[in-house]
């Protein structure tokens, strides 16, 4: 199984919704990344998780809210978001961040903020 | 900071060979990514480099210069399929640890 899983595939909220975007990986990999995807654009990395705690935080807004309850799941709770955070969210995961191994993308979930 | 760069667009021939190039500045280099991305969908991992030289992995090859700042993507008997998004990242090496950055992407377009 070299599946990265999220879910929705598709969401639309509004800017005063509180919603979260899902990530499952059953690889037993370590290391665990939200990417912001805008049109056109390369994904921009946001959070690292490494063995369940944040590693990196890009200086992302507070409105996006990233939680790793265990080693195979990731969230991304939203509140508040504005119409520019309108996007392909991708999840990835590798088997350790320390070691340069390829990380595996999920297939993404398209967010419209109305 | 980093800079990494590709050309935006190129155009190639079915069964042609194509060479996608990317340079890129940055501190801590630790390793080259080639990803290839259709619209819509996720990134695709095909290569990745260390060090320096030339790695194959059937129609496709990566190489690599750490002392240019280089690398190229290479596709042999190009297919329609291989009309996407390819996308160089550098992966750096950090306080908090390796953190990977992508290129703008270069958007290939295969032609009959």
């Known amino acids: 199984d070299t599946e990265v899983t999220q879910t929705p595939k598709h969401l639309v909220m509004g800017m005063t919704n509180k919603k979260s975007l899902k990530c499952e990986q059953h690889?037993?990999?370590?290391?665990m990344y939200w990417y912001k995807q805008k049109a056109k654009k390369p994904p921009e990395l946001m959070f690292v998780?490494?063995?369940?705690?944040?590693?990196i935080n890009e200086s992302v807004p507070s409105r996006f809210s990233p939680e790793c309850p265990n080693s195979s799941l990731l969230n991304l709770h939203l509140h508040a978001l504005q119409p520019e955070d309108s996007a392909l969210y991708l999840c990835?995961?590798?088997?350790?961040?320390?070691?340069?191994?390829?990380?595996?993308f999920g297939q993404g979930t398209r967010l419209t903020v109305v | 900071g980093q800079n990494i760069d590709q050309p935006t667009e190129m155009t190639a021939t079915e069964g042609a060979i194509v060479q996608i190039n990317c340079t890129y500045q940055?501190?801590?280099?630790?390793?080259l990514f080639w990803y290839q991305q259709h619209a819509g969908e996720a990134p695709t991992f095909l290569s990745y480099?260390?060090?320096?030289g030339l790695e194959e992995k059937g129609r496709f090859s990566s190489f690599l210069s750490r002392s240019k700042g280089y690398s190229y993507l290479l596709l042999k008997e190009l297919q329609m399929k291989d009309s996407a998004s390819y996308l160089c990242?550098?992966?750096?090496?950090?306080?908090?640890?390796?953190?990977?950055?992508f290129g703008t992407g270069t958007q290939l377009k295969v032609e009959l």
């Open positions: 990835a995961s590798s088997q350790d961040f320390g070691r340069v191994t390829e990380a595996f």
């Open positions: 690889m037993g990999h370590r290391a």
């Open positions: 998780y490494s063995y369940e705690k944040l590693s």
């Open positions: 940055t501190s801590g280099f630790n390793g």
């Open positions: 480099n260390v060090l320096d």
């Open positions: 990242a550098v992966r750096r090496l950090t306080g908090g640890g390796n953190k990977l950055t």
